[in-house]
């Protein structure tokens, strides 16, 4: 695995979440906030963590921001502040910048400001934005906990043509479909009991690895 470089602006529970995930799998990760005690609260848990204005074209310059794989912005109320520092990164010319947004317009104007990226807390687990800067396809395997995982696997044949009440899968198998994906990629949330599976379906389902690894052998 190559190493990359992240910097986490913003150490609420969203931004500290993917900053020790990033650490943990085994990146140099770099974790700036304003507010001395968050700060120390996650600096044993990072490579570095310093207390900056990341609203300071200086701060940021200081700190080596432009070296940095991913630059991810998850500043939480002071959606100014958010915007700004994307924009701010962005006329820097970071090569990635990753934004939460809080609501959808706030994603907007971060999408106008250049963000590469944006997320959306209510929608996507810090370790999962995490491991999906890292991996091309964010659905093949999340882990958790060491024994529960999401993962997206193709629907085999033998479910082609079925719907999800008469395969029940939690019965036979102990896992629930969270989401299908389609051949053109289209993603059916909370897929309803009544909805059939075609070929080429991936399903993308929680449960315990055991009861997992069953289902993929079938």
């Not at 701010?88 to 990226?117: C, F, N, P, S, W």
């Not at 193709?154 to 082609?160: G, L, R």
Request: one cysteine or more.
């Amino acid at each position: 695995m190559k190493v990359k470089q992240f910097a986490v602006i913003g150490i609420g529970r969203f931004g500290a979440s993917v900053a020790t995930t990033l650490y943990e799998m085994g990146h140099d990760v770099l974790a700036i906030d304003n507010d001395e005690e968050r700060v120390e609260s996650i600096i044993d848990r990072v490579t570095h963590a310093v207390v900056a204005d990341s609203t300071s074209e200086t701060a940021l310059k200081s700190l080596g921001i432009t070296n940095f794989d991913v630059v991810i912005v998850s500043i939480g109320k002071d959606i100014q502040a958010s915007i700004l520092t994307t924009l701010i990164l962005k006329e820097m010319k970071v090569k990635y910048v990753v934004a939460k947004a809080r609501t959808a317009l706030h994603g907007k104007v971060l999408q106008k400001t250049g963000a590469d990226r944006i997320v959306f807390p209510e929608r996507d687990m810090g370790v999962r934005v995490a491991h999906s800067l890292v991996a091309s396809n964010i659905l093949d395997f999340i882990e958790l906990s060491p024994d529960f995982s999401i993962v997206e696997i193709i629907a085999p044949e033998d479910m082609w043509g079925k719907s999800l009440r008469e395969l029940d899968l939690r019965a036979k198998y102990g896992v629930t479909v969270l989401a299908i994906r389609s051949a053109d990629r289209k993603i059916n949330i909370s897929p309803g009991a009544g909805d059939r599976l075609a070929a080429g379906d991936m399903l993308v389902v929680v449960g315990n690895n055991e009861c997992i690894h069953k289902l993929g052998r079938s």
